[in-house]
């Protein structure tokens, strides 16, 4: 009998891990208003055993890297002067990640579609590609229109002239934009405007001292209260009109190759002719950790587990899962490359109260894929919009014996070998295989399952360790310690105060 164990990987020192929130990355985006910086703070300064020491934000369809993070900010102020701000806070590990759609809308792709969080992308992998949309326009003053809801966005140009005129439409999605002339701010201007206006001269500076300029317009994270668009607020861009020495104007159209727009694309954006195969090809080859997102998100209307879930976001349905990962009772191969994790708790959909959940976990999901030897990690989460959720995380052991000695390398090497454990509150004190005993250890008196291909095979209620006998047929063996405590938020639907952790599989070769 071989055992595969994770854990057999020691490393004694655990934090807890929000691989799955999101921050504000939209200025209209009510739903989520505190920005990263303090989130990140609120993380580092929760009092809670094991601390908090590794974060990744995953906005949804971008990737949050220090210069896109909404709004640029430091030490709690806003600089939207700068390009590429500085960001973090002393205490916790930032990993750049993102959350975006696997699979087509249009039902192509074998009918996949759904969500995938992304860890530790590489922001250095830009496209020379911006953000910016391009509009042929013969409405524009350019034959142009540049513009984007991406924030925070920005676009520049070098001249060399006395003076500067910037040349857009404004409407309904217009934002609040800065304008800075050679690093200074100069101006506020308000794009909004209750019908689309073309060709509208928004700011106009002249009287410059004569030589080599810079105009740069920001999108910030004000609006007019007027927009009612709480998802989308635009900043665009027809043309910058330069006055020249001689008094003639030259147009730069928002095609000019002079002209830098930021952000750029990255390799990770969604591309509307990608597939779900492609997708995951890129990803895994980059090392970036893939974990599918709340698997039970979307309403099932047939077989037996119909009418389970009636969220409207993506989620993954049995049928799927056999497309990535293969079926060999149905013939199906999958993908070569696979996602490393499930999501089987998520604050976000499993934790919603009231008549709009049944508080179904993925735990099922989770062993429908276990049992086929497919080996998958478990991942809680968050899914927390705008402010910390702490209600569902990962503890994941490393080699740091403080937070601030935590290192990327020791994280991302013990999320790929699957060297931590998930949870929505218990804190499990041992996970220990020692020949064939598998033991687990909780911090207070639970119940504690071990459970194989679906089923629990050994149960004790109200202790604080457990050991089960390693038989040998078991394919795997995972461990769940489930118990109440008063001070968790309460659920309806029978759920209550209780939580779960669960381990990583114990995978048994017999």
Not at 49 to 58: E, L
């Amino acid at each position: 009998m071989i055992i595969d164990n994770p854990y057999a990987n020691h490393k004694p020192y655990p934090y807890k891990a929000s691989l799955h929130n999101h921050t504000l990355f939209n200025p209209a985006y009510s739903h989520a208003p505190v920005p990263a910086p303090d989130r990140l703070k609120d993380y580092r300064d929760y009092v809670t055993s094991p601390p908090y020491g590794i974060v990744a934000i995953t906005d949804h369809d971008r990737l949050t890297t220090p210069w896109n993070t909404t709004p640029p900010c430091w030490k709690g102020v806003y600089d939207y002067s700068q390009s590429e701000p500085p960001w973090g806070v002393d205490g916790i590990l930032w990993l750049p990640g993102m959350e975006r759609i696997l699979g087509r809308r249009d039902g192509s792709d074998n009918e996949l579609f759904g969500e995938i969080v992304c860890i530790n992308c590489r922001p250095e992998l830009l496209e020379t590609e911006s953000k910016w949309q391009k509009i042929r326009s013969d409405a524009d003053r350019s034959g142009w229109f540049y513009h984007t809801h991406e924030s925070p966005a920005s676009a520049e140009l070098a001249f060399v002239g006395s003076g500067i005129s910037w040349v857009t439409r404004t409407g309904p999605n217009g934002c609040i934009a800065k304008v800075f002339i050679d690093g200074n701010e100069v101006a506020e201007v308000d794009l909004f405007s209750p019908e689309t206006r073309y060709q509208q001269d928004v700011f106009t500076r002249q009287g410059l001292p004569l030589g080599m300029h810079t105009i740069r317009i920001v999108q910030t994270a004000e609006k007019n209260p007027a927009n009612t668009n709480r998802f989308s607020q635009h900043i665009g861009l027809d043309s910058f009109v330069v006055r020249k020495a001689d008094g003639t104007d030259v147009d730069y159209g928002a095609d000019h190759t002079e002209i830098r727009y930021s952000p750029l694309r990255h390799r990770y954006d969604r591309r509307p002719n990608e597939s779900a195969r492609d997708v995951l090809a890129q990803l895994i080859q980059d090392n970036v950790y893939v974990i599918l997102a709340h698997p039970n998100a979307r309403l099932e209307t047939e077989g037996e587990h119909a009418g389970k879930q009636i969220w409207s976001s993506a989620g993954y349905t049995y049928e799927e899962l056999d497309v990535i990962f293969g079926n060999q009772e149905l013939g199906r191969l999958g993908y070569p490359y696979r996602p490393h994790a499930l999501e089987i708790g998520n604050v976000g959909y499993d934790l919603t109260g009231g008549a709009r959940t049944q508080w179904t976990n993925a735990e099922a999901k989770w062993d429908y894929l276990l049992t086929q030897g497919h080996r998958v990690h478990g991942v809680a989460s968050d899914d927390s919009h705008g402010r910390s959720g702490r209600g569902g995380w990962c503890i994941v052991y490393t080699n740091a014996p403080t937070v601030e000695e935590l290192t990327v390398e020791d994280v991302m090497d013990s999320l790929f070998r699957g060297v931590f454990y998930a949870s929505q509150g218990p804190e499990i004190s041992l996970i220990s295989v020692e020949d064939d005993r598998f033991m687990v250890e909780a911090d207070a008196p639970a119940t504690i399952e071990f459970i194989s291909k679906g089923r629990v095979v050994q149960a004790e209620s109200n202790v604080r360790s457990s050991c089960y006998l390693i038989r040998g047929d078991e394919g795997y063996i995972r461990a769940r310690v489930t118990r109440s405590d008063p001070s968790w938020r309460f659920i309806d639907g029978g759920v209550g105060y209780t939580r779960s952790a669960w381990t990583n599989p114990i995978y048994v070769i017999g």
